[in-house]
């Protein structure tokens, strides 16, 4: 007696994340097999003691699709199951996605089932190449890569594109690390040198340049560095210096300005000082005519007036006499002028 049969053998499938997989699900109905068609696609938990969760559901010519973690990426792939094609689409595959699916067949009285394993795997992305260790001749360099992005296991593959395109003699390469030991670099080395990065479902691939050159003259880059400095130094101080000199010079104006404006009068004009001069001359010697002045004689200027003026005692009793201080005529800065005074015989002299 025959009975409902899939016939559908591939079992696993590895798909990169973002693809679109097709899990097959064919099946040939037989003869005793009358009653209702049910075509059911659920997910196998990895963890026993959960049960299973259904995906999409044919039945009674209808389908079903109300699992929330594939909503809108899940179909079957014939739109008419019942014609012996049960298959399941998944569009836009995530790494999430990874787990095993049972397709289940029934008609009763036939009913069948198969289980497929399903892997989504990352490709490698974002694969960079750097170089490590001083790039000059002599020494040893190690070109590095690494991707940000990819499903393990990953694989790294250098070679060089440039030149006679094959690595340098003695070189180490870690296709776990994706690190490449070059050993005792010489200016030959240079070139540019590819990475490829790859796992099952995909590459990823980078490139650097490398450059080796003659080893640096440190010596002088450290004295070059320290003149250089020192110079620098030199010209700050030099310019600090301008700016505090013309700074004090400025201060000292300021304060001279200020000192001649409010604690220094004004000097005197020449022509004043020699009109009051002899104005006040003038004011002294104005109540003496020239008849008045017939009985004085000169004297010089650098003969003082006795102090004390002699009278003899016969004559004018009344009158004490006197004593006239002369004054000061180099203190008051005036022409002197002798006072008349009456000698012993009666005349003014």
Known sequence: TRSLTIT????????????????????????????????????????????????????????YDNYPALNGRVQFTNPDPKSGDGSLDILNLKASDTSTYQCKVKKPPGVQSQKIQLTVLVKPASTKCTIEGPQEIGKDVILKCTSAEGSPLLSYDWRRVS????????????????????????????????????????????????????????????????????????????L?????????????????????????????????????????NRSSLGSMSPSNMEGYTKTPYSQVPSEDFERTTGQNPTFAPSKVAAPNLSRMGAVPVMIPAQSKDGSIV
């Open 8 to 63: 559908s053998g591939e079992r696993s499938f590895e798909k990169a994340q973002g693809e679109k997989v097709t899990l097959p699900c064919i099946f040939e109905l037989s003869e005793e097999d009358t009653g209702a068609l049910d075509i059911e696609w659920g997910l196998i938990p990895a963890d026993n003691r959960k049960n299973e969760e259904t995906i999409i559901l044919y039945n009674g010519d209808r389908i």
């Open 240 to 280: 600090v210096f301008c700016c505090c000199k013309k700074h004090r010079e400025k201060k000292y104006e300021k304060e001279v300005h200020h000192e001649i404006r409010e604690d220094v009068p004004p000097p005197k004009s020449r022509s004043s000082t020699a009109r009051s001069y002899i104005g006040s």
């Open 163 to 238: 030149g006679t395109q094959e690595l340098p003699a003695g070189f180490v390469l870690n296709k776990n690390t994706g690190e490449l030991l070059l050993k005792n670099a010489s200016k030959e080395f240079s070139g540019t040198y590819s990475c490829v990065s790859s796992n099952r479902v995909g590459t990823d691939e980078c490139s650097v340049e490398l450059n080796v050159t003659p080893p640096i003259n440190t010596a002088g880059v450290i004295a070059g560095a320290i003149i250089g400095t020192l110079m620098g130094l030199s010209v700050l101080a030099f």
